[in-house]
């Protein structure tokens, strides 16, 4: 069963540089693409970035380009987003996702809530 | 930036129809693709690819294209359908993803 837990969320101040996690289980990691998406409060879902299986493609939103990067470990299993400049428009929840079979994001972490504030 | 557009809301009573549309400028190519998210909750893919459904989504959902607008459609609404509902697709090139604004249903 696919389960991705991510971690590293938490409160940051502005101008913080938090890194978060994805950690995956049931699923062979290292064949699949993997995405952030985030979801600021009451607002809709935004794409930030991608990187391919073998880390060695990585595509950002213009929102976080340059500040924003995405990275994986495949020993680990793990999917990283290195964020800095942090404001408060960065504060949301940040999921991790996959396509799995149907080329859309078919799965899904639980969310990890970033929340950047003094 | 490409973008993609929704209705904010919907409303239906149950048993009634909903049309949910989402209009881009690259589409019908590349594919749509609909989720379904519900308060506090992780979104759940409901349509890819257009018009397919993934297996434990109930068949009373269901997506069409016709130009550059598609559409999710959930015959029989009913109570637990409310939710906020999302297009996604590609920019033209296949590199960026991108997001609709989302449509809340609301069952009357």
């Known amino acids: 069963q696919v389960h991705l837990e991510g971690s590293g969320g938490g409160v940051v101040q502005p101008g913080g540089s938090p890194r978060l996690s994805c950690t995956a289980s049931?699923?062979?990691?290292?064949?699949?693409?993997m995405h952030w998406v985030r979801q600021a409060p009451g607002k809709g879902l935004e794409w930030l970035a991608v990187?391919?299986?073998?880390?060695?493609?990585?595509h950002y939103a213009d929102s976080v380009k340059g500040r924003f990067t995405i990275s994986r470990d495949n020993s680990k299993s793990t999917l990283y987003l290195q964020m800095s400049s942090l404001t408060s428009e960065d504060t949301a929840v940040y999921y991790c996702?996959?396509?799995?079979?149907?080329?859309?994001?078919?799965?899904w972490g639980q969310g990890t809530l970033v929340t950047v504030s003094s | 930036s490409y973008e993609l557009t929704q209705p904010p809301s919907v409303s239906v009573s149950p048993g009634q129809t909903a049309r949910i549309t989402c209009s881009g400028d690259?589409?019908?190519?590349?594919?749509a693709y609909w989720y379904q998210q519900k308060s506090g909750q992780a979104p759940v893919l409901v349509i890819y690819?257009?018009?397919e459904r993934p297996s434990r989504i109930p068949e009373r959902f269901s997506g069409s294209s016709s130009g550059t607008t598609v559409t999710l459609t959930i015959s029989g609404v009913q109570a637990e359908d409310e939710a906020d509902y999302y297009c996604?697709?590609?920019?033209?090139?296949?590199?960026?993803?991108?997001f609709g604004g989302g449509t809340k249903l609301t069952v009357l």
């Open positions: 990187v391919s299986d073998d880390g060695s493609n990585k």
């Open positions: 049931g699923f062979t990691f290292r064949n699949y693409g």
């Open positions: 996702a996959f396509s799995g079979y149907s080329s859309g994001f078919d799965q």
């Open positions: 690819k257009d018009t």
């Open positions: 690259a589409l019908p190519k590349p594919y």
């Open positions: 996604q697709s590609t920019d033209s090139s296949g590199t960026y993803w991108v």
